[in-house]
Nanobody
Framework: VQLQASGGGLVQAGGSLRLSCAASGRTFSMYSLGWFRQAPGKEREFVATISNYVGSRYPDSVKGRFTISRDNGKKMVYLQMSSLKPEDTAVYYC????????????????WGQGTLVTVSS
């Protein structure tokens, strides 16, 4: 699976942004997908994950503000972000893994190149 993230940019605090991740490969629907982010000087952290058919999970830091979704027919995964805060500023990565969804980045086999989100105060 090859992944390519897009949709990052500059947004004011309180605003919204939708990230997209396009995937290649014939077995896209079999993968669980995740979004992670890495702020300057910090470790990469979990943002959202969605299983191969139903179910999603978020950390408390984004729960209620971010929504992950997927379109298996288009081989796309999305991250809708709202009520953005300056602390959401980071490079956002999409990732894919076999079997069940996970918040552990080490379980993901495939990674996109990242897209930068900057939230101004």
């Amino acid at each position: 699976v090859q992944l390519q993230a897009s949709g990052g940019g500059l947004v004011q605090a309180g605003g919204s942004l939708r990230l997209s991740c396009a995937a290649s490969g014939r077995t896209f629907s079999m993968y669980s997908l995740g979004w992670f982010r890495q702020a300057p000087g910090k470790e990469r952290e979990f943002v959202a994950t969605i299983s191969n058919y139903v179910g999603s999970r978020y950390p408390d830091s984004v729960k209620g503000r971010f929504t992950i979704s997927r379109d298996n027919g288009k081989k796309m995964v999305y991250l809708q972000m709202s009520s953005l805060k300056p602390e959401d500023t980071a490079v956002y990565y999409c990732a894919a893994k076999s079997f069940g969804m996970s918040a552990d980045l080490h379980e993901y086999d495939y990674w996109g190149q990242g897209t930068l989100v900057t939230v101004s105060s």
